[in-house]
């Protein structure tokens, strides 16, 4: 294929996060070893970017990496991401920011004549109304949910310039669409944090100070979760294999929903935690399911196993209990 040239410069952005952390992992796990299954095998040099190597959002800073790196291939993860209190009151900011990075990054990305760019959207910038599950053609539906459309806005830009960059100057520009992502590196914060993380966070300190392990809501509620390292493999097998800019989902099947409550079971199974599990039903449990459709990546896909949720979430509490002091909480 055309990424399996000596000259395979991948420029990671965002590489300092959950993602991009991911993505390191998988590409040095088995960077010694000298038989096939080596997961860097295409002689690509990659580089992982953090904010302290240039601020996205400057034209300037994001040009002088380019001209630094002279990337062959990018993946994008680089963004501005919060939770659903900062989304709300933050709406001007979410788009600017978010508009600001993409456009330098896929511009960039243009005039280098970069030979692909995967970038990131989100389950959670679909349609507020729609019908599940939802696929990759169902985008642009409808507005998405008003807490977070400063957010979704930015976000579904990419994938209507993603085929525009591609009918008006043959750019090869994709995204994905994972499900709630988790693993380690991710940002544990109890307030503003994720819900597999926030619970592992909560689950520690009631270990740890004897208290019962408390979970917002009925436990009802499903999700599809991914672990980070399965998103990372499948994210570089996009950047090396799937050449189309309609965006491809990354998730889970179907049938591998759970519940809240199995997650929080889960995590206190993994931190070994026997107290008491509390389910607070004054408040809210947001929406019931929001299934997402992984159709068109089984197209291609068919064998793919999916790492365990007891498995992933054991690596994460293992990792989070290792770097408490220094993980983002
Ligand atoms: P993280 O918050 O873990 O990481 C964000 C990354 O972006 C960090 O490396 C951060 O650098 C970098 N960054 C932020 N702002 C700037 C900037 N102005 N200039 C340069 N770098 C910047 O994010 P995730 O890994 O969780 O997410 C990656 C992508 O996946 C995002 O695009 C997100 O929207 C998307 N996504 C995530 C989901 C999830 O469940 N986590 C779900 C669906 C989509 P630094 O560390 O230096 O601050």
Redesign the pocket.
């Known amino acids: 294929t055309s990424s399996s040239s000596s000259s395979t410069i991948v420029l990671v ?10 993505i390191k992992s998988y590409i040095t796990k088995t960077n010694n070893s000298d038989d096939n299954n080596n997961n860097n095998n295409n002689n690509e040099t990659w580089i992982f ?9 400057d034209r300037q800073q994001t040009d002088a990496i380019f001209n630094k790196y002279q990337p062959t291939h990018v993946i ?6 919060g939770g659903l209190f900062a989304n709300m009151k933050q709406k001007v900011e979410f788009y600017r ?1 978010n508009t600001l ?1 993409n456009d330098n990054i896929m511009e960039n990305c243009r005039i280098h004549k970069v030979t692909k760019l995967v ?6 910038i679909f349609p507020d109304k729609t019908t599940y599950p939802i696929d990759e053609t169902m985008l642009h539906d409808g507005p998405p949910h008003p807490s977070n459309e400063g ?1 979704a806005y930015a ?1 579904r830009l990419i994938d209507t310039m993603n085929r525009a960059y591609a009918e008006e100057y043959g750019c090869n520009f994709t995204s994905i ?6 693993g380690p ?3 544990f914060s109890i307030e503003n944090g ?1 819900v597999i993380p926030g619970l592992i966070h909560k689950c520690y300190i009631a270990k740890k100070e004897n208290t019962p392990f408390t979970i917002w809501g009925s436990g009802e509620p499903l999700r599809q979760f991914i672990y ?1 390292l399965d998103l990372a493999e499948l994210a570089v097998w996009v950047m090396r294999e799937y050449h189309s800019p309609d965006p491809i989902t990354l998730s889970v099947d179907e049938s591998a929903e759970v519940s809240i409550k199995d997650v929080a079971y889960a995590v206190a199974k993994a931190m070994k935690f026997t107290g008491e599990v509390i389910f607070d039903t004054t408040k809210a449990d947001g929406q019931f399911r929001k299934t997402a459709c992984n159709k068109k990546l089984r197209s291609f896909r068919p064998d793919y196993k999916f790492t365990s949720m007891e498995e992933g979430v054991q690596e994460a509490v293992d990792w989070f209990i290792a770097n408490y002091e220094t993980a ?1 909480k």
């Open positions: 952005t965002g590489g300092s996060g959950l993602v991009g952390q991911a970017l953090s904010s302290k190597d240039g601020d996205l959002r994008h993860l680089a963004a501005k991401v920011e990075i970038s990131m959207l989100s389950t959670c957010y976000k669409i994972p499900t709630n992502i988790y590196h991710d940002n994720h980070s983002r």
